[in-house]
């Protein structure tokens, strides 16, 4: 079973900063790595899949990269609608696994 | 629109079975997967199993297998989790997600509304 590893935990940044997320899988997941938002009392919502395709309607500020084992997630410039819980998930091997969450808050 | 839309929010006794259901629409509901995720209060998502409509073949993590069941029904384009004796551990959020498979593009992408499942005696 592929573990995911996101780090932060937590994120403390203000609007109009930088905020890069990091997620290091446990072994090579090649290109099939997504990244999803999830809001309090919301769904999940997809944001980057296999990688760095932004999912429909997801703002440029948004890119993923990365390959193997280690994916990042940029938020260029954050809005304050950006602040929320992001995950990783893997899809190369069952079970597709995702990370733990990292928390991005306003600092 | 693709859409899922998923069954309402259920309370049960410790002991009691349940099952929760995921309806497709916009879209050819046997050509993607559909899988269930739990989020319990305040912790992160968890992937417990995934089916495919068009061929039922289905997997599930490790950590729910034996404890879920999951179906389809591809004649009224819908999925089904099911319990046959809960928990009070099986309280939580139930989220159904769409998902190609590979190799083609994707990800978890539409999420369904989610269904509270509340066990308590």
């Known amino acids: 079973e592929i573990v995911l590893t996101q780090s932060p935990a937590t994120l403390s940044l203000s609007p109009g900063e930088r905020a890069t997320l990091s997620c290091r899988a446990s072994q090579s997941v090649s290109s099939y790595l997504a990244w999803y938002q999830q809001k309090p009392g919301q769904a999940p919502r997809l944001l980057i899949y296999d990688t760095s395709n932004r999912a429909t309607g997801i703002p440029a500020r948004f890119s993923g990269s990365g390959s193997g084992t280690d994916f990042t997630l940029t938020i260029s410039s954050l809005e304050p609608e950006d602040f929320a819980v992001y995950y990783c998930?893997?899809?190369?091997?069952?079970?597709?696994?995702f990370g733990q969450g990292t928390k991005l808050e306003i600092k | 629109e693709v859409q899922l839309v998923q069954s309402g929010a259920e309370v049960k006794k410790p002991g009691e079975s349940l099952e929760i259901s995921c309806k497709g629409s916009g879209y050819s509901f046997t050509d993607y997967w559909i899988g269930w995720v739990r989020q319990m209060p305040g912790k992160g998502l968890e992937w417990m199993g995934i089916i495919y409509p068009g061929d039922s073949d289905t997997r599930y993590s490790p950590s729910f297998q034996g404890q879920v069941t999951i179906l389809a029904d591809k004649s009224i384009n819908t999925a089904y989790l099911q319990w046959s004796s809960l928990k009070a551990s099986d309280s939580a959020m139930y989220y159904c997600a769409r998902i190609p498979g590979l190799p083609r593009p994707g990800g978890f992408d539409p999420w369904g509304q989610g269904t509270l499942v509340t066990v308590s005696s």
């Open positions: 998930q893997q899809r190369s091997n069952w079970p597709h696994s």
